[in-house]
């Protein structure tokens, strides 16, 4: 049963009850939202305004259409390096066709770089209406959870080298260059840490730096382990920016912190922003980008929304309505060059934990954004950007979730290598080319698991008995194996086949078991199965009267050694 909606004619019923909750709710959806979305923008190197619109289009518009009423969305870290990489390699691309004043030439690169991203963004949108309308949803779900999995931790790694750097007030340098991607980053991580030894340096303090972020990961920690649990609706995320805000200010430490506009609906910028839409629209890596986001967006909304199914009973999402409002949202978002949305199941969780009954909720957690930014901005520039670094540190951190590896190690030892493969080749390259690589290397595995057939056949003619162990699934391409063992069998022979290490028997290997079977009953021979073996492997409506000789027999292993050597694919 699905999550029941608010009607006209249950309006007044709903104001006297649920809306009391939803109201309670959005307030903790809120506060959490808050920091997390200034974290992201600080990550990805934008105005926090622009993390901040995303949140509102993801609270008053994608929560009117959600096909997951209890979702919440908005920007998430899972985009972050998509997002970054585009902005980075747009203004070098700038870079290198500006011939205008220098000083200007790094304002106006952001500009062109901005620009690129909403048009990327507007596509994903675009793709993502055309995916919900087309009713692929649910065709996201059949991507392989060591794929998905690997690819939230490469995104987790990456967010902890880059950002690591942020919360020590480091800036990260590759032979003179600002460090770009994991690789590089890792390698700058140790120089990182001696400068906060070095406390006879005269440049920023980063010692103090680490220590707010130490103070902000900690209090985390422990408010999520040992808070009352009256007190457990405080987001910890927020009470670790504003711990560390107040020891920042109270002890006047010199670090960087945010830098807000008065007025940050000024950060609004439509598609007109820049004059250089030809270079813009032409160029290959904006529609790659969009694809990647695209799908990547859309992986990430709908696991979550599956995850939100699991936490409310009687919740169930509608995943192309999702999928559909998921798009809508990100038109929106790349019209006004904010920050790509996904739902995010941090603040989705939040939402079903507090309180949350319908989509109401959602919505005003959108209400209590814009107001904030209206209102509020000012506060922001109290808040130390080691803090945010240490925020996004910790998320980054649970994305690789070290409880889904040991789940995977167990699973067997192809899936955790399909994860971890994944994981390297984000982290050492890029998004895309892990993804991909992961995707084969799932498809590679099917194949081969529904290639690999093995059989073992015994024959004993003393006694005119024979068993055939099959292993593995028996399809058409094994079809040749399968009846190559069937004519080793002599005449006269009862032969027992052995199916209790069969994965799967499709129509083609089950019907020329049963015609080699008549021809053999001709010749005196008999065939002795253990048809209920077969249930869940193969289904069929079959005469068996006279193939089966009784109505279960125990296949057994006969002495004697076997005829050939086992048949493997």
């Given at each position: 049963m699905a999550t029941q909606e608010t009607s006209p004619a249950q309006t007044a019923g709903y104001f006297s009850g649920t809306f009391r909750k939803d109201f309670v709710s959005s307030i903790v959806v809120f506060l959490v939202a808050l920091p997390l979305c200034i974290g992201i923008a600080v990550a990805v190197g934008v105005?926090?305004?622009?993390?901040?619109?995303?949140?509102?289009?993801?609270?008053?518009?994608?929560g009117c259409f959600s096909g997951s009423p209890l979702q919440v969305s908005g920007p998430a870290a899972g985009l972050f390096v998509i997002v970054a990489d585009l902005i980075a390699s747009q203004k070098a691309k700038f870079l290198g066709f500006y011939a205008g004043p220098q000083e200007s030439a790094d304002g106006l690169s952001m500009t062109y770089a901005l620009a690129a991203l909403g048009f990327a963004v507007l596509l994903a949108?675009?793709?993502q209406i055309v995916a919900g309308k087309l009713l692929i949803g649910r065709w996201f779900q059949a991507v392989s959870p060591a794929v998905i999995n690997g690819?939230?931790?490469?995104?987790?790694?990456?967010?902890?080298v880059s950002q690591f750097h942020v919360m020590l007030d480091h800036?990260?340098?590759?032979?003179?260059?600002?460090?770009?991607?994991?690789?590089?980053?890792?390698?700058t991580i140790p120089e990182a840490i001696w400068k906060c030894f070095d406390l006879q340096g005269t440049g920023p303090s980063h010692h103090l730096a680490a220590a707010i972020g130490i103070i902000t990961i900690l209090t985390m920690m422990l408010w999520q382990g040992f808070a009352p649990k009256k007190l457990k609706l405080i987001p910890s995320a927020l009470l670790g920016i504003v711990l560390a805000s107040i020891v920042a200010v109270v002890w006047n430490f010199p670090l960087k912190n945010l830098a807000v506009p008065q007025n940050l609906l000024d950060e609004v910028s439509f598609l007109n922003s820049t004059s250089h839409w030809t270079s813009v629209i032409t160029d290959p890596a904006v529609y790659t980008t969009a694809l990647v986001i695209a799908l990547v967006a859309s992986a990430e909304t709908l696991l979550c929304a599956t995850a939100i199914d699991k936490m409310k009973p009687g919740h169930k999402t509608n995943h192309d309505k999702e999928l559909t409002a998921q798009g809508i949202g990100n038109m929106l978002c790349g019209l006004v060059g904010a920050l790509p949305m996904t739902g995010v199941i941090v603040r989705s969780s939040a939402n079903v934990n507090a309180g949350g009954q319908t989509r109401g909720a959602t919505i005003m957690h959108g209400a209590w954004l814009l107001l904030f930014i209206v209102l509020l901005p000012s506060i922001l520039t109290l808040v130390p950007r080691a803090a945010l670094g240490a925020l996004l540190v910790y998320t980054g951190f649970k994305l690789v979730n070290i409880k889904q590896i040991k789940e995977l190690f167990r699973t067997g030892w192809t899936e955790f290598g399909i994860y971890l493969t994944t994981v390297v080749l984000i982290v050492s390259f890029d998004l895309l080319i892990g993804v991909v690589a992961g995707i084969v290397l799932s498809a590679v595995k099917l194949l081969v698991t529904f290639t690999r057939f093995e059989t073992d056949l015994f024959i004993t003619e003393e006694e005119k008995k024979a068993t055939l162990a099959l292993h593995g699934a028996a399809t058409f391409l094994r079809l040749p194996v399968l009846t190559e063992r069937l004519e080793e069998i002599p005449a006269e022979v009862e032969l027992t086949v052995d199916l209790s290490n069969l994965t799967y028997i499709d129509h083609a290997c089950f019907e020329a078991l049963l015609d080699w079977a008549k021809q053999h009953e001709k010749t005196g021979g008999s065939l002795v199965i253990d048809w209920r073996l077969l249930h869940g492997k193969f289904q069929k409506e079959m005469d068996v009267r006279q193939l089966e000789p009784r109505d279960s027999v125990e296949p057994r292993k006969l002495s004697g050694k076997p005829s050939t050597k086992t048949a493997t694919a």
């Open positions: 105005n926090p305004a622009r993390a901040l619109i995303t949140g509102i289009i993801g609270g008053l518009v994608v949108g675009v793709l690819m939230l931790a490469g995104i987790g790694v990456l967010i902890i800036e990260a340098l590759w032979h003179g260059h600002k460090a770009h991607g994991g690789l590089e980053y890792m390698a």
